[in-house]
Every structure is written in C-alpha cells, then in structure tokens.
C-alpha cells in the first residue's frame, strides 16, 4: 500500500533554539508558537494552509542538516513514509535541501535590508545549492550564478491561511504624525464601517501588509505615495490588512502602532485628517467579503509595492489564489526582483 | 637505479596553534600516516615557505606548536626557500588563501557546520570559512571529506564538487605510556560513570542529556555523567531548571589533558555523544578504541563511524535517549557492544588514513 503523499517543512535553526522539541520528525502543526517570530509562525501557517488544501499532512523536520546521506538519510526516510517534497522556510542565513526529495525554498522574513543582504552573502557563497532547488515560494529572486541572473521558478501561495476569517469591521485612518497615541486614539473612537460599504467605491486596492514589511524603508517610501494618492481621489479606496499574528495574541494595538509609525515615517506629507476612504483592517478581509464586492479589486501583495511595480493585478470575482497568481505573473512580467505575499 | 619517492608537501599552518587538539591533532596523524607509509618524500610548507622537517618533527614530539611558530617566524633570509611550486600540496583543512598558488593542490573538509547552522557561529567565523570556499574548491584538483556524511553535504553544497572528492578517515593514537601511567595511577573513584562530549556549543546537545535527567528510568538509574570539555554558559540556566538531587549526577571536567581523558574514558562505563552535528566525530572513536560503546545521536556522521560499537536515538528524544540508556546499562549488552567497539575502532588505522593520500599523489 503507497503512503499517504506528505510535505516536509524545516524552518531555520535559530528559530528553534528557544524551544524544546520532542522528536526530531513530528506534525508541522505541532511546532510551539512561543518562542518562534511572529513572521515565521504566520509563513508556517500559510504553508499548512496549503498542505491542507494540497492534502498533503506537513511534517516538520527539526534539522534536515542532520541527515545528509547514508544510514542518517535511510533512518529519516524511515520516519517520513510518502514524502516527495520539502519546502525549507529559511530566514537567508542557510537553505536546507534533503537529498531525493524535490526541495523548494520560502524565504519568509524579508523586507528588511539586513535579510535580503544575507540572502544575497548566501548566494555568492554557494549558488549552485541554491541552483538545485525546484522553486522559490512566494519570492521571485534572481540568483547571479556564473555571471548571469538565473531565474527560479516561483511557486505563488495565496496569503490566505486566515480565508476562513471571519467578517472584520473596516476603521478609516487617521494620522497625526506627531501624536501616534492620539491617532490610534481617533481611529478607535470612529465608527467602524461595514466592508460591505466598499461596494460604493470604485476601485478599490488592498494591501495585506506584514510587520517585516512595515519595518522596510523602501516599503515605507511606497506606502507614503499610495495614501496621499488616495486622499485625493475619493471615488477609490485603499484597505490595509494590518498584521494579524498579534492581534489574536496581543490585541490589536502593536499593528495599528507599527503601521501608523510606518506611515508617519514617510517623506510623504499625510493630511491630518480622517480619511473617508482609506481603510484599516484588523486582519484580512474573508475572501467571502471581497468576493461579494461588485467593484473591481486591486490586491497589491507586499513585494509588488516593495519594487515599485506600476501594474498590480485587476481582477474580480475570483479567489484570493488567482488573484495572487496573476499578480505574480504581472510582476514577473515586468522584470521585478522581489515579490512577496506574505 | 634508485627510486625516487614522489613528493607532498602538507601546509602545516594548524601545527602553529600553541595547543593541539581538533585539526592540529589531525594533521599530525596524518604526518604520522604518511611517514609510516613511506611511499612518500615528505616536505611541509606553510605560506610558501619549507619548513625544515626536523622542526616539525620535535613539534609532533612535543604535540604543542608554540615552538614550531617560533621557528617558523625566526627563519633567516636564507633560511627561507620557496617551495617548488609544482609540489603537490595537501592542507590538512581549509586554505587559508584563495588556492591556486601550487600546481596540485588538495584540501580536506571537516564539516560544514558554519553553512548548514550558521546561527552557531559568530559571522566572522562563518566568514572567514565560507566566502572563498567556492574558490577554494575550485582551485583544488581532488578536495578530501573526513567522512561520507561531510563528503555528501559537500556534494550537496556544491555539486561541482561530484567526482573530484575522496575520503581521509583518521584515526586514534594514544602515546604508548597512557596504559601504564594509567594503570600506576590512583584509581578514578567516583561510581559508576558515563563521559559525555560536548557543552560549549547548542549544537552539542548537552539540553537533551539534561532534560533526560528528570525520566524515570535515568532518575532511578545510580549512573552519573562526567561531562569533558568546558562548562558552557547555557548549561548554568539549564541546570536550574532541575532538581538538586539530580543536578549532583553531573559533574563537570573542564578543559582536560589527553591523559586525563584517557582516564576518564577508560574508567567509564561508556561514552554519551549527543551531538546535533559533527564531521567526524573523533571523541566517539577514541571511546570505541577503549572498548567503550557509545549512545550516539543519529545525526551525521556518527553511524559511519560508531557502525555497531553503539546505540542511536533521536537528538530531540528524551523517550529515545531513555530507551538507549537503558539498553546501553544492560550488562550483557554493554559486553556486547563493548567487543564491536573496539573491533570498529580498528578499521580506522594509519594505512587507511594513508592510502587515499599516496594514491592521489601517484596519480598525477
């Protein structure tokens, strides 16, 4: 009888060195949430959302490094029946590849200068590694390698591990640059606002944003532009999806402040004044909520907007999926360096 | 006719360290090897340089290199000749330079923890080991991996390598008069005992040796664990998570001399090696050569080189390790294993190291 097909998921080392582990194989769903980042444990719950769909359970194997060959690779195998693909969620530092599997890469802490320089020391150290994987998810890096930009396949997965969320309440923006407290105290005090009101605008554009992003400068040139492009224009809309990870955990006020402190960041100057049309949500929207919009959506992933790409993907009526899909298309279509989701 | 012996020259840039343990140790071995060998003309060079081989000799007496280095730095101008470049050359570990300055170069790659688990190195380590790697390997005609696991995640790293790769396995030697000194000395009176390897780095494992502590089948058992190598800092904030009672069952060596640890190994019941990741894996080999078995991790190269002489479990399983102790204290299985350790440890002798040195010599 075949084993039921799995997916193998390892994350970077660093990432478990705050956590005791069971076993070095074990259900990936199992990984503790304390003590891991908030940007990893949101690109494993991506990844599980995706083996569930797949059907393809993930497992996760502590350090894939442990077992290059021979009796060590034999003793994994053993433990992980089915298995013909490995994703390695790496933070640039190093990307773990288990010989005779189909080994992808997802890098998932980008946004930050600091991480992409570390991809870029991975890569001129060992490209031809690198070289070997069958495809990078959710980027679209370009690896140099013998004098030539080599393009890895990019494997696209929707952003979408809360698409069973439920329906969130809009709140419109507010920025005081100088007073981020009394921002998120005027945000708070406006009445929320049904995403079901979105119907009334035309188009609307939607941006899930991450806390690495946030913290990117180059993101946060690019976020200055959209909103003051937005308050000028009130037959469209603009929706952030702040960072959800801590919301669950921590309430809603560490994005809220983190994404007012971005904007605020801006050379761009943000008239203080509430913004009709500019929404915050506390999470992503459920697909149901944008799939009921009757007005085209625009979904700017975060790398799209990171590169400065002038055509993001307009399409409606379609899943989250699709619309990633020919985001990423579009972006490749232009050449772009990065392209993120997540 | 005469027979002229081709000639090698071994970079001997790691005897220089003041203490010899890890890779000085190794390219003594393998000076050692080679000479027992005797296929070869021996030179030594370091950074271009020959090196008079009656200096490298009174080194490997010595087993330090303090006098070496001084040698080596109070060479006169005419003292120094360059070493023919069309010498082969072997470095005993990475190079310390870009390669490509000899016409046949090799080197030898002992693991490549500062690639697959940089977050346990400082960066400049990681560095210093990694940004001419490619270049190194480029430049050399066959490159050596102390083991088929090292040689497998080199082939994996960089493919390019498939093919232009050989194992240098070494091997133990204690000095002749540790038996009899041993045997003179007052006996190591501390119960029933276990050695454990390992405490200065995460990727030592010693957590998991710490959290088994507290499983009732270790807590029951009068076993302690004499723990060799230097007291980490992680290992303070671990040991106060146990309970006194249990945390007297270990007790730390320190920084040790070869004779000490031949001491402490010989009066051990067996070797404890819980490491998350090695290139080789010398103190399990040494253990092995004192008929001691050893409880390994199943990580990297340990199954090559313990083969039958131990017992593995997972690195992250307590219940594994519980379950390996517990075979591993089981007298007539100790026996057992005791005899396949020493039969192992034997495969792994001068000659062997020897051999795949002298044939890529000759093949040139």
């Known amino acids: 009888m075949r084993a039921a097909r799995r997916l193998l998921v390892s994350v970077p080392g660093r990432e478990l060195q705050k956590i005791r582990l069971g076993s070095s194989v074990f259900p990936a769903e199992q990984l503790p949430d304390d003590g891991i980042s908030p940007a990893l444990r949101d690109a494993v719950r991506l990844v599980l959302h995706h083996s569930s769909e797949w059907e393809q359970p993930a497992l996760l194997v502590a350090r894939p490094e442990m077992f290059p060959g021979g009796e060590t690779l034999s003793w994994l195998q053993n433990r992980i029946p089915g298995a013909t693909t490995h994703v390695s969620i790496s933070d640039g530092s190093a990307v773990k590849l288990i010989p005779g599997l189909k080994n992808h890469v997802f890098f998932y802490s980008f946004g930050n200068g600091l991480d992409e320089n570390v991809l870029k020391t991975l890569v001129r150290r060992t490209s031809r590694q690198l070289g070997a994987l069958r495809s990078q998810w959710n980027s679209a890096y370009a690896l140099r390698f013998e004098g030539k930009n080599v393009s890895l396949p990019t494997t696209a997965l929707a952003g979408c591990y809360n698409s069973r969320a439920p329906d969130r309440a809009l709140f419109k923006l507010f920025l005081d640059k100088g007073n981020i407290p009394n921002s998120m ?40 532009k959209v909103i003051l492009e937005h308050f000028f224009d009130e037959s469209s809309a603009l929706v952030f999806a702040l960072p959800e990870a801590d919301f669950k955990r921590e309430g809603v006020t560490p994005s809220l402040e983190a994404f007012l402190a971005a904007a605020r960041d801006t050379t761009f100057p943000i008239p203080k004044l509430v913004a009709n049309n500019i929404f915050l949500s506390f999470g992503e929207l459920s697909e149901a909520a944008l799939g009921a919009l009757d007005v085209p959506v625009m979904l700017w992933s975060s790398d799209i907007l990171l590169c400065g790409a002038t055509h993001p993907a307009t399409t409606r009526g379609s899943s989250l999926s699709e619309y990633i899909f020919a985001a990423a298309s579009c972006a490749r279509n232009n050449s772009t360096k990065w392209l993120r989701f997540c | 006719m005469t027979n002229v012996k081709p000639a090698l020259a071994i970079e001997i840039g790691p005897m220089l360290e003041d203490i010899w343990t890890g890779i000085p140790v190794f390219t003594r071995r393998l000076i050692s090897a080679l000479t027992q060998d005797g296929r070869l003309d021996l030179r030594f060079v370091h950074n271009c340089i020959e090196i008079p081989m009656d200096a490298v000799r009174s080194a490997m007496a010595l087993g330090a290199g303090s006098f ?10 005419s003292e120094r000749r360059i070493l023919d470049l069309s010498t082969p050359v072997l470095y005993p570990s990475t190079k310390s330079n870009l390669g490509g300055i000899y016409a046949r170069e090799a080197s030898t790659v002992h693991d490549l923890s500062t690639l697959v688990m940089p977050e346990n190195h400082v960066e400049a380590n990681v560095a210093y080991h990694m940004d ?28 390019n390598t498939a093919g232009r790769t050989q194992l240098l396995y070494q091997y133990v030697d204690w000095p002749d008069e540790f038996e009899v000194l041993d045997r003179n000395s007052p006996t190591i009176d501390i119960g029933r005992y276990a050695v454990v390897i390992g405490t200065v780095e995460p990727r030592k494992n010693l957590t998991l040796l710490i959290d088994a502590l507290s499983h009732p089948d270790i807590a029951a058992s009068e076993i302690k664990f004499v723990i060799i190598g230097k007291r980490g800092w992680l290992v303070d904030s671990f040991l106060q998570d146990i309970p006194e009672h249990l945390r007297g069952r270990l007790i730390f060596s320190g920084f040790v001399s070869d004779f000490i640890k031949y001491r402490l ?62 075979e591993i204290v089981s007298p007539s299985r100790a026996a057992e294993l005791a005899a396949k350790a020493l039969k192992q440890s034997s495969i792994f002798n001068p000659p062997r190291m020897a051999a795949p040195v002298v044939e890529w010599v000759c093949s040139g």
């Open chain 1, 185 to 224: 105290e005027t945000i708070s005090t406006i009445p929320a606002v049904d995403p079901a009101r979105l119907n009334s605008y035309s188009p609307i554009t939607y941006v899930t944003l991450t806390h690495s992003l946030l913290a990117a400068e180059r993101f946060r040139s690019v976020l200055g």
């Open chain 2, 68 to 77: 070496l280095r001084e040698r080596y730095e109070q060479l006169t101008m």
């Open chain 2, 132 to 159: 001419h790697f490619e270049d190194e390997l480029e430049s050399n005609e066959l490159t050596f991996a102390i083991s088929q696991s090292t040689d497998a995640a080199l082939q994996s790293a960089f493919p």
């Open chain 2, 265 to 326: 190994i010989k009066a051990a019941e067996f070797m404890i090696f819980p490491s998350m990741y090695e290139g080789f894996g010398i103190p399990a080999l040494e253990a092995m050569s004192l008929g001691k078995p050893v409880m390994a991790a199943m990580t990297s190269s340990f199954p090559e080189v313990i083969g039958e002489g131990g017992i593995y479990f997972d690195p992250f399983s307590v219940t594994e390790f519980a379950e390996a102790f517990a």
